[in-house]
């Protein structure tokens, strides 16, 4: 059980949160530069989509712990979350008929090999200052799709790993099991408890034959009974 045991602050070496983390950042300055927060609803639910996008990875990444359950559905809602980011930018360049770099498009192309080699949020931080909002949106877009692919490879290592060692409750069902020496093991077959050796028992002294019976007399006849004489 101790490899479920993570240390402190253990999920910044995921790259699903640092890359969630870039976005974010990147996030909190577009709103913070291009959208009205005082009309613009949009500001809050991006803002909101991006901290979930990261936060979910966190606390997903610690309660596996106590629950692969847990862990695989808060991965999921992160993803989720991204992929509504991810709409928001579409909407934000579409409605302010803004161009939207496809995977052909020669910055796009120039762009995603070098996002790829960086997780550092200082990295983006420096890419976007003084851009305009049609770049910083299509940067921010890049971002969160390398996100996304992360997180679809952490949802099926996770997949692969309940496949291959079972939920939490199942692991520390084995690992009762082999503290104590029987039940169902990891090769899935049931190991009988260790039999006792039992305390031999003691011979019992045999009971000596008892003395035959002698036998008894025979009982002598009785003499006839005389006839009663007739009475007159």
């Known amino acids: 059980m101790n490899e479920n045991r993570k240390k402190i602050n253990s999920y910044r070496t ?3 949160f640092q890359k969630a983390e870039c976005v974010y950042d990147i996030t909190y300055y577009f709103i913070n530069h291009f959208l009205d927060r005082t009309r613009d609803r949009t500001v809050d639910q991006m803002q909101q989509a991006a901290r979930s996008g ?6 997903g990444y610690s309660d596996a712990e106590g629950s692969t359950d847990t862990e695989h559905k ?6 989720g979350s991204l992929e509504e980011l991810k709409e928001d930018y579409l909407d934000y360049l579409r409605t302010h008929q803004l161009e939207i770099w496809g995977p052909k498009h020669e910055k796009y192309m120039a762009c995603q090999p070098l996002f790829r080699k960086h997780n550092d949020t200082a ?5 976007i200052e003084g851009r305009c909002a049609e770049e910083i949106a299509n940067i921010a877009l890049i971002v969160i799709y390398q996100t996304l692919s992360l997180l679809r490879g952490l949802i099926d290592w996770q997949d692969e790993q309940f496949l291959k060692e079972g939920g ?5 069902y084995r690992a009762r099991v082999e503290r104590r020496g029987y039940g169902y ?3 899935g077959k049931y190991h009988s408890a260790p039999t006792q050796p039992t305390t031999p028992t003691i011979p019992t002294t045999p009971t000596p034959p008892t003395s035959p019976t002698p036998p008894t007399s025979p009982t002598p006849p009785t003499s006839p009974t005389p006839p009663t004489p007739c009475q007159a």
Do not use: C, H, P, S
């Open 74 to 79: 808060l991965t999921t809602v992160a993803k």
């Open 185 to 187: 093991g990891k090769d």
């Open 168 to 172: 939490i409750k199942e692991q520390r």
């Open 123 to 127: 990295y983006y931080q420096r890419q």
């Open 14 to 16: 995921l790259l699903a």
């Open 54 to 59: 990261k936060q979910n990875i966190v606390e």
